[in-house]
């Protein structure tokens, strides 16, 4: 990647790993390639060490509260109370 950067630019190299990599992962769940140990903890120390605030978890939306089948769709809001990004237990959807 440094090489195809080097010599035809960032471009280049994004288009490669697009046409090359992220068409092997189609359809491919990442969790089952990459274990992330804490992800709570990681992904707030990712935004701080972006300094961008803390964040915060919301419950924006919920069904089934008593059943078996019961979803929740949580919400993550920064310092400035913006919407971040929303997902449930499968999926997280930044915004």
């Given at each position: ?18 046409d ?5 992962l ?15 903890k ?12 803390d ?7 919920s ?6 089948l ?26």
């Open positions: 990647m440094g090489a195809l950067v080097r010599s035809s630019g960032e471009e280049t190299g994004r288009k490669f790993v697009r090359f990599v992220v068409t092997h189609c359809g491919k769940d990442i969790n089952d390639f990459w274990k992330i140990e804490e992800p709570w990681l992904l707030l120390s990712i935004y701080k060490q972006l300094k961008l605030g964040l915060e978890p919301r419950l924006l939306r069904a089934g509260r008593n059943t078996i019961s979803s929740y769709v949580i919400g993550l809001y920064n310092t400035d109370k913006t919407l971040v990004g929303e997902g449930d237990k499968n999926y997280f959807i930044a915004l």
